[in-house]
């Protein structure tokens, strides 16, 4: 028996078996609810299928016109991983992209302590895999803000509160920064009668840069609480869940301000106390509102990062100098306006590669970055600035502040630093690039900072001696 089917077909070769199933089908009767399957289907089954069953692969603007080849491409699934199922309005439902296990229970974990908002892992219609997964995670203050929520007691919910605004892993970034400049005051009490450093000087140092610190930090969020609202990352401070009043948080900054000052003032020297009020000033009074305004708010913010490490060379040398010191002289050594551009040229790779991940929210609050206005320019001055680090090295050996040893090592450090530094520049901050370089700068700091207190002049020499003549003393009795 010879079917029907268009010429352009060959004819189908059905086997015995299933013309047996055929003859079966069509004598028994089929329910009512179903549609009995006719002669037509049952030979469509053996027919080649005139389109592929998996995704079509075309341009898009190709088969603009094709209704039914554009319904195909809707049913294909995304590129991305993620699901999205039709619904009878017309809408499309796009669910997050299906995870690995351990995947799935790691989210949950984080979900579980607070530290992942669900509204950051839910993906709307409108966004991208791809901006969501790279944004940063939650800050310190947004962390210390979920804590102090779960608190029963009221004197710890306050406390927990309080201390977010401190943005405590800023504050103990920038309080390092003035210790190791401190320590790397050219004095060697070994070998030299001249007073040496005082761990007095060094408590009231870093108490009053952590209360100058602390009291900046609490001002910036108590000037932003409608934009922190706006963005991932600070969407979870104090202020803006409201676990704090503003008039609480402007008191608390003003209190640690004034006993920050202070407590520079009586304890190291006026020169210390001044650069401290003066960072304050930038970084709320200037900082904070430049934000909105113009992207060299990025160049006043590296100021404000370079100026904790003169404030610790300002340190040591009035501990030095007594109270013959005036702010030219303890100020007027090079080394100590060498570490404050480590510091000033080192924040540009790191600030330039983390603010990558939340470019999208940037410019949707208004911020005014480079990282979204001017790209080329973002990996341009990331680049500049990580070559500058090495002048700078060379000129601490240069004035005596560290050994050769130290241009040596460090030189390396920042050969890792360019490195990433170059990617960043030829390739953007796709792939992984912005986090690889972020990372890098993480690691840089602290590193080029403890191999220059290994390399200090003249410590290994007093160490050294130290253990020779006291062989030679030990002899002698």
């Not at 998996?54 to 294909?76: C, I, T, V």
């Amino acid at each position: 028996m010879r079917l029907l089917i268009p010429r352009t077909s060959p004819p189908p070769i059905i086997c015995f078996r299933c013309l047996q199933r055929l003859a079966t089908t069509t004598r028994r009767p089929s329910p009512s609810t179903l549609r009995p399957r006719s002669l037509i289907d049952t030979v469509s089954l053996h027919l080649p299928s005139p389109l592929p069953r998996g995704p079509p692969k075309w341009h898009s603007q190709y088969f603009l016109s094709n209704g039914h080849l554009r319904a195909d491409a809707d049913d294909a699934p995304p590129a991305d991983g993620s699901e999205h199922t039709h619904l009878r309005d017309g809408t499309t439902s796009i669910t997050e992209p299906t995870l690995l296990p351990h995947r799935r229970r790691q989210r949950q974990q984080k979900l579980r302590e607070g530290i992942l908002s669900p509204s950051v892992t839910t993906m709307s219609a409108a966004g991208s895999t791809a901006a969501k997964t790279a944004q940063l995670p939650p800050d310190a203050s947004s962390l210390l803000s979920t804590t102090s929520s779960q608190q029963t007691s009221s004197w710890k919910r306050a406390f927990y509160s309080y201390l977010a605004l401190t943005k405590p892993r800023l504050t103990a970034l920038i309080v390092l920064s003035a210790m190791a400049p401190y320590a790397l005051f050219p004095v060697d009490p070994l070998l030299s009668d001249i007073p040496t450093l005082s761990a007095l000087t060094l408590t009231f140092l870093t108490v009053g840069t952590a209360l100058s610190s602390s009291s900046a930090n609490a001002f910036n969020m108590y000037l932003e609480p409608a934009y922190d609202r706006q963005m991932s990352r600070t969407r979870n401070r104090p202020l803006v869940r409201r676990l704090l009043t503003p008039r609480q948080a402007l008191v608390f900054a003003a209190t640690t301000g004034i006993l920050g000052i202070g407590s520079l003032y009586a304890g190291v020297n006026p020169t210390v106390a001044a650069l401290g009020g003066i960072n304050i000033v930038l970084y709320a009074g200037v900082y904070t509102p430049l934000k909105r305004i113009s992207v060299a708010n990025t160049w006043v913010g590296a100021i404000v990062g370079g100026i904790p490490p003169l404030m610790g060379w300002a340190a040591a040398a009035g501990n030095v100098q007594g109270v013959d010191s005036t702010w030219v002289s303890t100020l007027s050594h090079p080394g100590g306006w060498l570490l404050a551009g480590l510091l000033f040229a080192w924040q540009f790779p790191h600030f330039n590669s983390l603010s990558w991940g939340n470019r999208d929210e940037y410019r949707q609050v208004g911020y005014q970055m480079m990282v979204w206005k001017y790209p080329a320019l973002n990996a341009r001055v990331a680049l500049r600035y990580s070559l500058l680090l090495f002048p700078v090295c060379f000129g601490l050996c240069a004035t005596g502040v560290t050994d050769v040893g130290f241009l040596v090592d460090s030189s390396v450090v920042n050969g890792w630093l360019v490195r990433e530094a170059w990617r960043f520049y030829r390739k953007g901050g796709e792939g992984g690039n912005a986090k690889r370089l972020f990372w890098a700068s993480v690691w840089h700091l602290p590193v080029v900072m403890g191999l220059a207190m290994v390399h200090k002049t003249g410590l290994w020499r007093g160490v050294w001696e130290s253990i020779v003549g006291g062989a030679k003393n030990e002899g002698y009795e």
